[in-house]
């Protein structure tokens, strides 16, 4: 777009794929947190760092402040693409012809069209997988929990 191609993405959901909504990006978040928490309750005193009483994460507010962090990357996201001239179309696209895609009943077309459609998660058809979860399922937890 930048260089003068009309640009057109197509997106069903928040921008930037998985990493950055369902994947990497939340689970450094998470993961940090807890860390931050270990560190406090088994190597603070190493440090003469003394720490009194219960260590305690806040799951409501790890949660939210994960979810603005993200958003706020979605929003970096739309505007990098707003500044470049790219058209965010939302919704699903799917191929009426040769160079045209259909989304939400307008036809797009185009000479160069790139697909890059993502994926999702396969739970395995075996004993006990309806124990786990997948990312999705994961960061939708209102509720920490006990384990993980």
């Not at 259909?102 to 160069?112: A, E, F, K, N, Q």
């Amino acid at each position: 777009a930048l260089l003068g191609a009309r640009v057109g993405l197509v997106e069903s959901n928040h921008l930037g794929g998985t990493c950055v909504n369902l994947g990497c990006v939340p689970k450094k978040v998470m993961y940090y947190a807890a860390n931050i928490r270990q560190e406090l309750v088994n190597d603070a005193r190493d440090y003469g760092v003394e720490v009194e009483g219960e260590v305690v994460m806040d799951w409501g507010k790890l949660v939210e402040r994960r979810d603005a962090y993200v958003k706020r990357l979605n929003d970096i996201y739309e505007k990098h693409l707003d500044n470049a001239g790219v058209e965010v179309i939302r919704g699903w696209g799917r191929f009426v012809g040769k160079k045209q895609v259909l989304v939400d009943g307008i036809i797009y077309s185009g000479d160069h069209i790139l697909i890059a459609v993502g994926g999702k998660p396969t739970v395995p058809a075996i004993p006990g997988a309806e124990l786990g979860t997948t990312s999705d399922g994961f960061f939708s937890l209102k509720e920490r929990p006990s384990r993980v």
